[in-house]
């Protein structure tokens, strides 16, 4: 880079600059399942077609866990590979956050989990619950971590076993889903700012536009809840999509902002991968050009937290991003949430 990180910007987390301590991805990864689940596969199982799919969503495929494969067995492959890339052991790791809306069981968290699986017997470890919304939610709260000097390597994992909460008769959301897992080590990097800002946002008020109603305190399991489907996602579409887009739209143009950054200054942006009519119209809003996004969706689908997460793997492992790169990413959520990040790579 020709010029340093103060340099480049003016006053990024200004409120932060006493503690002289920045907060970088220092290494990523990913894994998704080995079985894939093509469109013609769902044009055999509901009443649905290739072209009905693609022109819809831009999904072409999606990877299946196996039943004996769960959501903490894709995060602790994925953390593995972000390990092994930021040349971290698991001793070193002092504290796990796992973003997931399909843990193995509702307690303990799916973080301890994968603690035990990957050997990390220092770490702390907890889950957040903030759906496709939940890596940026996790980068934040690392950050936090980090830059107070409370520890200073922290494992962020995204990951998801979305089958498992499918329902696989109804075609307007079963198209949609994938399962996978992606992971971030967080660490001081000296002389560069790495995470600038993170935005989040939240609206309970329409927490029904995109839920599973059984499950929890309110209906649980039950025989009549089984077999009234309840244990599966529910999804207003039309009205999600429009949320969506207005949503990453305002996290991404406020995050820049902070930054005092032009859209065109972002080397490569990662929309949330759920819908190729979402990240396009997003895109269209900010300006941005096509050659600044980074699409993965066609191959995974939706796979809620793990989706930007996975995304950021595969293009930093293709060499899409380089050092020094200034990266977006957006995301949105059921909840609902939202959120953006800018990072310097």
Same mark, same amino acid.
Request: proline letters at 3%; a neutral charge.
């Given at each position: 880079?020709?010029?340093?990180?103060?340099?480049?910007?003016?006053?990024?987390?200004?409120?932060?600059?006493?503690?002289?301590? &920045? $907060?970088?991805?220092?290494?990523?990864?990913?894994?998704?399942?080995?079985?894939?689940?093509?469109?013609?596969?769902?044009?055999?199982?509901?009443?649905?077609?290739?072209?009905?799919?693609?022109?819809?969503?831009?999904?072409?495929?999606?990877?299946?866990?196996?039943?004996?494969? %769960?959501?903490?067995?894709?995060?602790?492959?994925?953390?593995?590979? #972000?390990?092994?890339?930021?040349?971290?052991?698991?001793?070193?790791?002092?504290?796990?956050?796992?973003?997931?809306? &399909?843990?193995?069981? !509702? %307690?303990?968290?799916?973080? $301890?989990?994968?603690?035990?699986?990957?050997?990390?017997?220092?770490?702390?470890?907890?889950?957040?619950? *903030?759906?496709?919304?939940?890596?940026?939610?996790?980068?934040?709260?690392?950050?936090?971590?980090?830059?107070?000097?409370?520890?200073?390597?922290?494992?962020?994992?995204? #990951?998801?076993?979305?089958?498992?909460?499918?329902?696989?008769?109804?075609?307007?959301?079963?198209?949609?889903?994938?399962?996978?897992?992606?992971?971030?080590?967080?660490?001081?990097?000296?002389?560069?700012?790495?995470?600038?800002?993170?935005?989040?946002?939240?609206?309970?008020?329409?927490?029904?536009?995109?839920?599973? !109603?059984? =499950?929890?305190?309110? $209906?649980?399991?039950?025989?009549?809840?089984?077999?009234?489907?309840?244990?599966?996602?529910?999804?207003? =579409?039309?009205?999600? %999509?429009?949320?969506?887009?207005? *949503?990453?739209?305002? *996290?991404? +143009?406020?995050?820049?902002?902070? $930054?005092?950054?032009?859209?065109?200054?972002? +080397?490569?942006?990662?929309?949330? +991968?759920?819908?190729?009519?979402?990240?396009? *119209?997003?895109?269209?809003?900010? =300006?941005?050009?096509?050659?600044?996004?980074?699409?993965?969706?066609?191959?995974?689908?939706?796979?809620?937290?793990?989706?930007?997460?996975?995304?950021?793997?595969?293009?930093?492992?293709?060499?899409?991003?380089?050092?020094?790169?200034?990266?977006?990413?957006?995301? %949105?959520?059921?909840?609902?949430?939202?959120? #953006?990040?800018?990072?310097?790579?």
């Amino acid at each position: 880079m020709s010029s340093s990180p103060a340099q480049r910007f003016k006053n990024p987390r200004a409120r932060y600059n006493f503690l002289g301590r &920045t $907060c970088s991805i220092t290494g990523v990864g990913s894994y998704v399942p080995a079985k894939v689940l093509t469109n013609a596969d769902l044009e055999k199982m509901v009443d649905t077609s290739d072209e009905w799919i693609t022109s819809r969503t831009g999904i072409k495929e999606r990877r299946i866990a196996a039943e004996n494969e %769960f959501t903490s067995d894709l995060g602790a492959n994925a953390a593995l590979r #972000a390990m092994k890339m930021a040349g971290v052991s698991a001793e070193q790791i002092d504290l796990i956050i796992v973003a997931t809306i &399909t843990p193995d069981m !509702p %307690f303990p968290s799916t973080a $301890c989990l994968i603690q035990r699986k990957i050997r990390a017997k220092r770490a702390a470890a907890f889950d957040l619950e *903030a759906a496709c919304s939940g890596f940026i939610y996790g980068l934040e709260i690392a950050q936090q971590f980090i830059m107070s000097r409370t520890y200073d390597t922290v494992l962020v994992i995204g #990951a998801e076993k979305l089958s498992s909460i499918t329902n696989w008769k109804d075609r307007n959301t079963c198209v949609l889903f994938g399962d996978g897992a992606g992971a971030a080590i967080l660490q001081n990097r000296p002389e560069s700012h790495g995470l600038l800002t993170a935005v989040m946002g939240a609206n309970g008020d329409e927490a029904d536009l995109l839920f599973m !109603p059984g =499950g929890g305190s309110r $209906c649980p399991a039950s025989a009549k809840s089984v077999d009234s489907r309840m244990h599966y996602l529910q999804m207003n =579409g039309k009205e999600t %999509f429009k949320y969506a887009v207005q *949503a990453m739209q305002t *996290a991404a +143009q406020e995050s820049l902002r902070r $930054c005092e950054l032009d859209i065109s200054q972002i +080397q490569c942006i990662i929309p949330h +991968q759920a819908n190729r009519r979402i990240i396009d *119209a997003v895109a269209d809003r900010l =300006g941005a050009s096509p050659d600044q996004l980074f699409v993965n969706l066609e191959k995974y689908g939706n796979t809620s937290a793990a989706s930007v997460a996975i995304a950021l793997d595969e293009a930093v492992r293709s060499g899409r991003i380089q050092r020094g790169d200034l990266i977006l990413l957006m995301v %949105f959520g059921a909840g609902l949430t939202w959120g #953006a990040a800018v990072i310097e790579w």
